[in-house]
T-cell receptor
């Protein structure tokens, strides 16, 4: 799997948008960008994934640059419960085995 | 709750004892994964099952570790002769070969914390 680079930590004020960047400059054409988050002492929670188009769901939006070398996860109105470690992962999607390779992620702290 | 279920959530054991963790995946998920996570690190892959077949094992899975998925449903992870270095959170995850999201999204359980004293 391609390696990703994320800032180790970020701060965000409650109610503001949190924009979490991820660099994946060696991503291949058939690799998707996945985002998970892990709230303290809990298992990783799937957030969103995408290939090249921007994606939005009830949790977040994913913006992928045209060259696909970087992406941004957007939490439009961050709450205190969004404080967590956010992981950006790239992987192929096929019927064969594909494990998730986690880095150290970005620790997002949302403050009042 | 229809998510991945893990038991027990917490286990404290003495060094040298055996421990077993159980994972019940999401219903009809044919793929099951075990990961391990130590403090300050991201989860690390241990092993993978497709139905009842164990198809991938990480080098992290020493011979003291054994995982089974006897009927392609629930899975167990046993650690024999535990060592203090085994203290970690053990995560189970599951997925289907294809799902409605056009891929193989992997969903995690809440994890089982192991402390070896």
């Amino acid at each position: 799997d391609a390696k990703t680079t994320q800032p180790p930590s970020m701060d965000c004020a409650e109610g503001r948008a949190a924009n979490l960047p991820c660099n994946h400059s060696t991503i291949s054409g058939n690799e998707y960008v996945y985002w998970y988050r892990q709230i303290h002492s809990q298992g990783p929670q799937y957030i969103i994934h995408g290939l090249k188009n921007n994606e939005t769901n009830e949790m977040a939006s994913l913006i992928i640059t045209e060259d696909r070398k970087s992406s941004t996860l957007i939490l439009p109105h961050a709450t205190l419960r969004d404080t967590a470690v956010y992981y950006c992962i790239v992987r192929t999607l096929n019927t064969g085995f594909q494990k998730l390779v986690f880095g150290t992620g970005t620790r997002l702290l949302v403050s009042p | 709750d229809t998510g991945v279920s893990q038991n027990p959530r917490h286990k404290i054991t003495k060094r040298g004892q055996n421990v077993t963790f159980r994972c019940d995946p999401i219903s009809e998920h044919n793929r099951l994964y075990w990961y391990r996570q130590t403090l300050g690190q991201g989860p690390e892959f241990l092993t993978y099952f497709q139905n009842e077949a164990q198809l991938e094992k990480s080098r992290l899975l020493s011979d003291r570790f054994s995982a089974e998925r006897p009927k392609g449903s629930f899975s167990t992870l046993e650690i024999q002769r535990t060592e203090q270095g085994d203290s970690a959170m053990y995560l189970c995850a599951s997925s289907v070969t294809r799902d409605g999201k056009g891929g193989n999204t992997i969903y995690f359980g809440e994890g089982s914390w192991l402390t070896v004293v």
